[in-house]
């Protein structure tokens, strides 16, 4: 295999942007590692009067990550985020306005491998949310796991993230006045063994917490798709039954997340290494759909029935190059959508409210 390698010549900013990529990827990697073997050696070589104060805040801090977490614009306005979303780059686009006076669910796909459109849009304070949704505070949900590994967590809560449990999912909604978005990558664990270029596969027969939790606070369900977070890397072939993918997920099932075998591009080279690809994101948001349920009474066929209006609206995102809000659309969207791309929706009805049940989203 003939190496390609990065000319000699490129400009500042793109190198920069480089690196910006590749400390947000090894962050994402080995930092908790790291900060994990920091505390451990504090505690082997007895630095008590380190280890012992920040032991004793943690365990009265346990809680914060499910308590809206502890952001801090200055992190989150870091330089260093500009470039990371000028990499990609990573675009939000807004078909429809939202209330600042309630609460909303972003319901985000597909979950990729680092899930980069997320963090871009959510967790720095240089996409386009502020403009698009002022008087919105955006929450992302990640795994309780990244708040357990102790320095970790500090540095994970000041970009936004919180904790993805139903504590946490209901201290957001449930917040007087409005303008408070949690997001949550519906797919998770499971979609990211199945993130492969040219295709999506979505996860959502089994995701029915979120539909009781926007019942039970009331808020608006908005279906979010990413396009492009599944062009970023390329994974070893793991299809439904191999080997691979029977150790994927039971480790899984043990560690709480998955393991995706990922590769993409270097630094200084373009055929391997861990660095994701120049492809651009999309992140498209659709109308917010909401349903009055009287107390807490959840009937399975109300559920379902929101449920499926909720999710299965995003179906419409395929098609938004036929719909009146083509004129509010970008045209690097039209390109990544007439992209040739394998659409599969794993479980759910079809749409409620649309003839042609699930159009473009299944392909043999």
Same mark, same amino acid.
């Given at each position: @295999?003939?190496?390609?390698?990065?000319?000699?010549?490129?400009?500042?900013? !793109?190198?920069?942007?480089?690196?910006?990529? =590749?400390?947000?990827?090894?962050?994402?990697?080995?930092?908790?590692?790291?900060?994990?073997?920091?505390?451990?050696?504090?505690?082997?070589?007895?630095?008590?009067?380190?280890?012992?104060?920040?032991?004793?805040?943690?365990?009265?801090?346990?809680?914060?990550?499910?308590?809206?977490?502890? !952001?801090?614009?200055?992190?989150?306005?870091?330089?260093?985020?500009?470039?990371?979303?000028?990499?990609?780059?990573?675009?939000?686009?807004?078909?429809?306005?939202?209330?600042?006076?309630?609460?909303?669910?972003?319901?985000?796909? *597909?979950?990729?491998?680092?899930?980069?459109?997320?963090?871009?849009?959510?967790?720095?304070?240089? #996409?386009?949310?502020?403009?698009?949704?002022?008087?919105?505070?955006?929450?992302?949900?990640?795994?309780?796991?990244? +708040?357990?590994?102790? +320095?970790?967590?500090?540095?994970? @809560?000041?970009?936004?993230?919180?904790?993805?449990?139903?504590?946490?999912?209901?201290?957001?909604?449930?917040?007087?006045?409005?303008?408070?978005?949690?997001?949550?990558?519906?797919?998770?664990?499971?979609?990211?063994?199945?993130?492969?270029?040219?295709?999506?596969?979505?996860?959502?027969?089994?995701?029915?917490?979120?539909?009781?939790?926007?019942?039970?606070?009331?808020?608006?369900?908005?279906?979010?798709?990413?396009?492009?977070?599944?062009?970023?890397?390329?994974?070893?072939?793991?299809?439904?039954?191999?080997?691979?993918?029977?150790?994927?997920?039971?480790?899984?099932?043990?560690?709480?997340?998955? =393991?995706?075998?990922?590769?993409? !591009?270097?630094?200084?080279?373009?055929?391997?290494?861990? @660095?994701?690809? !120049?492809? *651009?994101?999309?992140?498209?948001? =659709?109308?917010?759909?909401? @349903?009055?349920?009287?107390?807490?009474?959840?009937?399975?066929?109300?559920?379902?029935?929101?449920?499926?209006?909720?999710?299965?609206? #995003?179906?419409?995102? +395929?098609?938004?190059?036929?719909?009146?809000?083509?004129?509010?659309?970008?045209?690097?969207?039209?390109?990544?959508?007439?992209?040739?791309?394998?659409?599969?929706?794993?479980?759910?009805?079809?749409?409620?409210?649309?003839?042609?049940?699930?159009?473009?989203?299944?392909a043999d």
């Amino acid at each position: @295999m003939k190496v390609e390698f990065a000319p000699l010549n490129i400009p500042l900013a !793109r190198r920069l942007q480089t690196a910006a990529v =590749l400390q947000w990827v090894l962050s994402f990697l080995l930092l908790a590692q790291v900060c994990l073997g920091i505390i451990v050696l504090l505690i082997i070589y007895n630095y008590w009067f380190l280890y012992i104060p920040y032991l004793t805040w943690l365990y009265f801090d346990w809680q914060t990550p499910e308590q809206g977490g502890r !952001r801090s614009d200055w992190v989150r306005s870091w330089t260093i985020w500009r470039y990371f979303k000028d990499y990609f780059p990573i675009q939000l686009v807004k078909t429809w306005d939202l209330d600042p006076s309630h609460n909303y669910i972003f319901g985000f796909h *597909p979950h990729g491998v680092l899930v980069v459109g997320a963090f871009g849009n959510f967790c720095t304070n240089y #996409s386009e949310f502020k403009e698009l949704f002022p008087g919105f505070t955006a929450y992302l949900h990640v795994l309780p796991f990244w +708040f357990r590994c102790p +320095f970790f967590r500090e540095y994970l @809560m000041s970009s936004g993230p919180v904790s993805v449990s139903k504590k946490s999912v209901s201290h957001v909604l449930r917040k007087e006045g409005g303008g408070n978005i949690s997001v949550i990558v519906l797919g998770g664990a499971e979609e990211s063994l199945d993130a492969h270029p040219g295709k999506f596969t979505l996860f959502i027969r089994q995701r029915k917490g979120f539909v009781k939790m926007a019942l039970t606070h009331g808020a608006y369900l908005v279906p979010v798709f990413s396009f492009g977070e599944n062009e970023l890397f390329k994974q070893i072939s793991n299809p439904e039954g191999s080997w691979l993918r029977t150790v994927q997920e039971k480790l899984q099932k043990i560690m709480g997340f998955a =393991l995706p075998l990922f590769h993409a !591009r270097g630094i200084f080279q373009y055929n391997f290494g861990l @660095m994701p690809y !120049r492809k *651009p994101i999309h992140t498209v948001g =659709l109308y917010p759909w909401h @349903m009055e349920v009287p107390g807490l009474v959840f009937e399975l066929e109300l559920q379902l029935l929101v449920y499926a209006t909720a999710t299965w609206s #995003s179906s419409s995102i +395929f098609d938004l190059h036929h719909s009146s809000w083509q004129g509010w659309m970008l045209n690097p969207l039209s390109k990544a959508r007439d992209s040739h791309t394998s659409w599969i929706l794993v479980g759910g009805p079809p749409h409620p409210c649309s003839s042609d049940p699930a159009p473009n989203l299944r392909a043999d």
